[in-house]
């Protein structure tokens, strides 16, 4: 037989070929609904069928006659008439899956199933590495604006071999089906599975889900249920990718320690150089800016524009500390104790990593460096949060240590082994994650600390509140007093270890010391709020609101009391069992104030604001414990450690042959 060449050639085959085949198509059906006793009809379409008002009504009661008499009409484009030759944007349906949905919508139908040879829709290519169903598909019109739901984040593939449109075809159809219409519901699932039509179009079904729904926005209680599954499952998406985050850490983190120690002090070199390279202080000092310009133009409060605020003079210092961390011995693999158990039998309990650390601060970007290089420098995996405020501040400073993570090892160790979260929803999921992260230490206000607390099993490090006194007895000397109680309270107010509540002993007020304290607080800008008896006294021009308050400005609470005993006694009622000082030249005085005074730091005649791991000669610190497990007080690299048992034997020892029937116990201290 010889073919017609050209366009008309083209069209005269194609539509003979589809007239013969759709005769053997049909065959195909009617023998297979024979076989269950149910008898097929096929309509053939073309676009002036849906165009024409005239014939779609014929259609519409057509099918309505058809499904009525219990005859199951096969519908298709009749690609004899249409030539089959190709469809443009105007056209009325240009394959299978978009006259699906245009019979859906013409007939009124409450669902429509289009089927595939993959499961449902997938967030990219199906065999694409981590390659995940959506189970929710959304694109809808929400308070004005186009909302498209992260489930409509689709990448796409190539077609398959058979069809015309593609994934990206069925999604346009699955989408047109339930837009402007009486479909509740279009799904997208896999043909090549027997039970599919039965399981999403069935009254009941107990098995696995099947493909992808897109729901009518305007289908009411189903639209409503739909989206309340669909949070919940975003809930489960987002725990399960916090999940591969925590997960990554510890990976990371066991890469890390088997490396030598050098390569983790090479880390901590690197950082402490890279936080003042000119290029990259500049970097993070606009990126500060435009935090800083933020939170002015939100009226944030000005005690948190001032932890926000980084300066070159901070990074110099975190610098420092920095590079002090990287100088000290290696904190891993050091013995604690060593016993022989019996001869040839020896255990020993070393020092180890903790694991995955979750640290939530506010606020302080300069945080993130210090938290990072303790973290490096026990082997510990670290998944930091730090406030919205400083987001970009967080940013610059964390890629800038994911930088410094990869060089230094060459590669070896991934950047994910200090990971930054940045959102809320995160926070939610991680804290979940008592399985994969060891420990939280969040560093904040108190309303933060026992949100954390409130919300997780994951063991917490962490204090409430920073509630710290100063006590002046009545030896104290005037100009020595006053001069640590100003350096307490002015010297970073916003600190946690700065003075909140200056105590004075009675006898100051007559023998001038209190006088001395107070015009030196007031000089420096401070604002004295006077407790019960400091009130009675006229020692201030206001009173104070609350005997326990961190007030965390130019502000501080002054009161008088009797006695030492007495001091104490209003420290463990009002205080937070964080840093405590006294002042005074009695050394008697002293001993026992530091004896009996529960909290984590307490000082003799040094000001409160020592009280940190800097200062401790820690470097840097992850935060300031006021808990009794595990730390307490400023948080170095040695509070992230944990111990393990190692035995050795030297002769293949068993329990059985233990004691008095064999080897005897030595259990002596080596």
């Known amino acids: 037989m010889e073919i017609e060449r050209g366009d008309e050639g083209r069209r005269n085959y194609s539509s003979s ?36 008002p005239e014939r779609l009504l014929n259609l519409k009661s057509c099918v309505d006659n058809l499904l009525r008499l219990g005859i199951v009409p096969i519908i298709n484009e009749n690609d004899a008439v249409s030539g089959n030759l190709g469809y443009t944007s105007d056209d009325v349906f240009s394959d299978n899956d978009s006259l699906a949905a245009l019979c859906g919508k013409a007939f009124d139908c409450e669902a429509v199933l289009l089927l595939t040879d993959v499961k449902g829709v997938y967030d990219r290519p199906p065999t694409a590495e981590g390659a995940r169903i959506v189970p929710f598909y959304f694109d809808y019109v929400e308070k004005g604006g186009i909302k498209r739901n992260k489930s409509s984040d689709v990448l796409f593939g190539s077609k398959s071999v058979g069809g015309r449109g593609g994934m990206e075809a069925k999604i346009s159809a699955a989408m047109a089906a339930v837009t402007d219409s009486n479909v509740k519901a279009c799904i997208i699932a896999c043909g090549n599975e027997l039970d599919t039509i039965s399981s999403v179009l069935g009254s009941k079904y107990d098995g696995d889900e099947k493909g992808t729904i897109f729901i009518n926005m305007k289908s009411g209680k189903m639209w409503e249920c739909a989206m309340r599954e669909y949070e919940e499952r975003e809930k489960g998406k987002g725990k399960e990718e916090s999940k591969i985050m925590a997960k990554k850490a510890k990976e990371q983190a066991r890469k890390l320690i088997r490396g030598p120690y050098t390569e983790r002090q090479e880390i901590l070199r690197l950082i402490s150089k890279m936080l003042v390279d000119p290029a990259n202080v500049d970097v993070i000092m606009k990126a500060n800016g435009e935090d800083i310009n933020e939170a002015i133009s939100k009226k944030t409060d000005q005690h948190l524009i001032k932890r926000l605020k980084l300066t070159p003079e901070k990074l110099a210092t975190l610098s420092a500390g920095i590079l002090q961390i990287s100088s000290s011995s290696d904190p891993l693999g050091v013995i604690k104790s060593s016993l022989e158990v019996a001869s040839g039998l020896v255990l020993t309990q070393q020092t180890v990593p903790i694991g995955v650390l979750m640290i939530i601060f506010e606020s302080r970007p300069d945080s993130l460096p210090q938290i990072a290089a303790l973290s490096i420098a026990s082997g510990n995996g670290l998944i930091l949060k730090g406030g919205k405020e400083a987001r970009r501040s967080n940013e610059v400073l964390g890629e800038i240590i994911g930088n410094c993570i990869e060089q230094a090892t060459e590669g070896r160790v991934g950047r994910s082994l200090v990971s930054l979260v940045s959102s809320r929803d995160e926070i939610s999921s991680l804290l979940k994650l008592d399985d994969c992260i060891d420990l939280v230490i969040p560093r904040g206000g108190n309303k933060l600390v026992q949100h954390i607390k409130a919300n997780t099993k994951i063991p917490v490090l962490g204090h409430a509140d920073g509630v710290c006194h100063v006590y002046v007895a009545s030896s104290a000397e005037g100009e020595k007093a006053a001069k640590i109680v100003t350096d307490a309270k002015t010297n970073y107010p916003a600190a946690c270890n700065a003075m909140e509540t200056l105590l004075l002993h009675r006898d100051t007020l007559d023998n001038g010391v209190a006088t001395k304290v107070l015009r030196s607080l007031r000089l420096a800008g401070v604002q004295c709020l006077a407790a019960e008896k400091a009130a009675r006294e006229g020692l201030c021009d206001a009173s104070s609101a ?32 964080h840093t405590e000082c006294i002042v005074t030249e009695n050394k008697d005085e002293a001993e026992e104030f530091l004896r009996n005074t529960d909290a984590a730091c307490v000082f003799h005649n040094a000001s409160t604001r020592f009280a940190d791991g ?23 690299v040695e509070s992230l450690l944990t111990t393990k048992w190692i035995m050795r034997s030297d002769e293949y020892d068993i329990v059985g042959e233990m004691g008095e029937a064999g080897k005897a116990y030595t259990h002596k201290r080596l």
């Open 546 to 577: 609350s005997r326990k308050v961190e007030y965390g400005d130019m502000r501080c609470q002054v009161e008088v009391v009797n006695s030492t005993d007495d001091a104490i006694s209003w420290i463990h009622a009002y205080g937070s069992g």
């Open 614 to 636: 800097f200062r401790f000669g820690m470097g840097a610190e992850v935060g300031i414990s006021t808990g009794r497990i595990h730390a307490r007080g400023p948080c170095g």
């Open 17 to 52: 070929c589809a007239a013969a085949g759709q005769f053997g198509l049909m065959s195909v059906y009617s023998s297979l609904f024979e076989s269950v006793d149910l008898t097929a009809s096929q309509i053939l379409l073309t676009q002036q069928d849906f165009n024409s």
